[in-house]
């Protein structure tokens, strides 16, 4: 399963950016999918979850308020009030259930991710 990340890009602190996650049809359409992050020298780590029917969702401390993640077909991630330390590589995933929350292990297609660069 090939999942595409889009939406990253050069941004200026305070600014916004719209992530997005689509995939083959029916892919993710039973399952929750996960945002997590990579930045420069560090682990993975998880950024927001949405279930199978958009109804439950859940935000790492560090972007509650700022960060809005929602579905259709696709999985959108939209960032608000970006900042430096969100500077890192995004990554969608496929959960294995329709519920997925923080934990990598729940989750099972990834895809290539997308770069965020947040300046100062």
């Known amino acids: 399963v090939q999942l595409q990340a889009s939406g990253g890009g050069f941004v200026q602190a305070g600014d916004s950016l719209r992530l997005s996650c689509a995939a083959p049809?029916?892919?993710?359409?039973?399952?929750?999918v996960g945002w997590f992050r990579q930045a420069p020298g560090k682990g993975r780590e998880f950024v927001s979850s949405i279930s199978w029917n958009g109804r439950t969702v859940s935000h790492a401390d560090s972007v509650k308020g700022r960060f809005t993640i929602s579905r259709d077909s696709a999985v959108y991630l939209q960032m608000n009030d970006l900042k430096p330390e969100d500077t890192a590589v995004y990554y969608c995933?496929?959960?294995?259930?329709?519920?997925?929350?923080?934990?990598?292990?729940?989750?099972?297609?990834w895809g290539q991710g997308t770069l965020v660069t947040v300046s100062s």
């Open positions: 995933a496929v959960g294995i259930s329709a519920y997925s929350g923080p934990n990598s292990d729940s989750y099972r297609y």
């Open positions: 049809r029916r892919t993710f359409s039973n399952n929750a």
